[in-house]
């Protein structure tokens, strides 16, 4: 199988380094407007070319690895050359199946993606959603994939947006998190690293607890909030400023914008 990117990013290196991390790819194309992006590709293996027509036709799955802005454009680039039988495989943000069949002009196979910067070292946590006409061996192909970079989870194609502040999103809002907690370690005369490896460490930990435990969040809130202790005196000063509500504001005008870029 053939595989072109279309757009040779942070997400295409991401994705391409996590499927072949040690062997030659001899079947991965790569394709993008900056030629300099290319070089470092070529040097692992990749097919790289300045023709967007060679890449598209000799592509079996065609990954729309562009921002959401560039979308139109590219596919309008390819809609007279791309064969019917390739899956086209987004993962831009916001932009829906409906968008790319209507712009290509026929009902094309597709598979929408929503994958994570973690992609990086391996440690992804990409969403897929199956549109048909694609069949379930092309899916669990473009699955399999993502699988090689971290952990993969499926859902309905009409949810992609909704899922974008859960896990594309969500690493900067982790980040954003872990950066006022070290400030005030820093403000503490703490030293800065050693607070952000035991922060970072208390994530890894945290998460593997969620996922591990067999306990629930509840369940797993509890066991750390003795009553009369310090933990609940932090919870009571969130919740008093009413993080519930900003964390479900800010997963919403995330939402929201992805709705904003698929028009
Ligand atoms: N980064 C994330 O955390 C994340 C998470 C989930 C999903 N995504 C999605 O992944 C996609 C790629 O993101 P990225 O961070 O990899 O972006 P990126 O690093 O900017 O890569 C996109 C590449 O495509 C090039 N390009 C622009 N127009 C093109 C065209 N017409 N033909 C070929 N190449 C073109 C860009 O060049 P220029 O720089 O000159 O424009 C750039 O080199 C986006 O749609 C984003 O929504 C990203």
Redesign the pocket.
């Known amino acids: 199988m053939n595989i072109g990117f279309?757009?040779?990013?942070?997400?295409?290196?991401?994705i391409i380094k996590g499927y072949f991390p040690n062997k030659k790819s001899n079947n991965i194309w790569a394709?993008?407007?900056?030629s300099e992006?290319l070089s470092e590709l070529k040097q692992s293996g990749v097919i790289v070319t300045n023709d967007?027509n060679e890449l598209v036709s000799n592509s079996d799955y065609l990954f729309?690895?562009?921002?959401?802005?560039?979308?139109s454009?590219?596919l309008n680039?390819i809609k007279n050359i791309i064969n019917k039988d390739t899956v086209i495989v987004?993962?831009?943000?916001?932009?829906t199946s409906d968008y790319i069949k209507t712009s290509l002009g026929y009902d094309a196979k597709v598979v929408l993606?929503?994958?994570?910067?973690p992609?990086l070292l391996g440690e992804g946590a990409t969403a897929l959603a199956q549109v048909s006409p694609t069949s379930k061996d092309e899916f669990d192909f473009v699955c399999d994939i993502f699988k090689s970079s971290g952990k993969i989870g499926i859902i309905p194609f009409d949810k992609m947006n909704e899922i974008?502040p859960i896990?594309?999103?969500s690493?900067?809002f982790i980040y954003e998190f872990a950066k006022y907690f070290v400030e005030y370690a820093k403000d503490c005369e703490i030293n800065e690293n050693v607070a952000l490896n035991l922060f970072s460490q208390t994530l890894i930990g945290s998460a593997k607890m969620l996922t591990n435990s067999g306990y629930s969040i509840d369940e797993l809130i509890d066991m750390v909030s003795s009553k009369g202790g310090t933990t609940i005196e932090g919870l009571k000063s969130f919740r008093q400023n009413d993080i519930e509500n900003t964390i479900k504001e800010a997963c919403k005008v995330t939402t929201n914008r992805a709705y904003e870029?698929s028009k």
Do not use: E, F, H, R
């Open positions: 279309i757009g040779a990013g942070n997400m295409a290196n991401a394709y993008d407007i900056l992006k967007i729309l690895s562009i921002k959401p802005q560039n979308i454009d590219v680039d987004s993962i831009a943000a916001g932009i993606v929503m994958p994570n910067t992609l974008i896990n594309g999103s690493p900067a870029l």
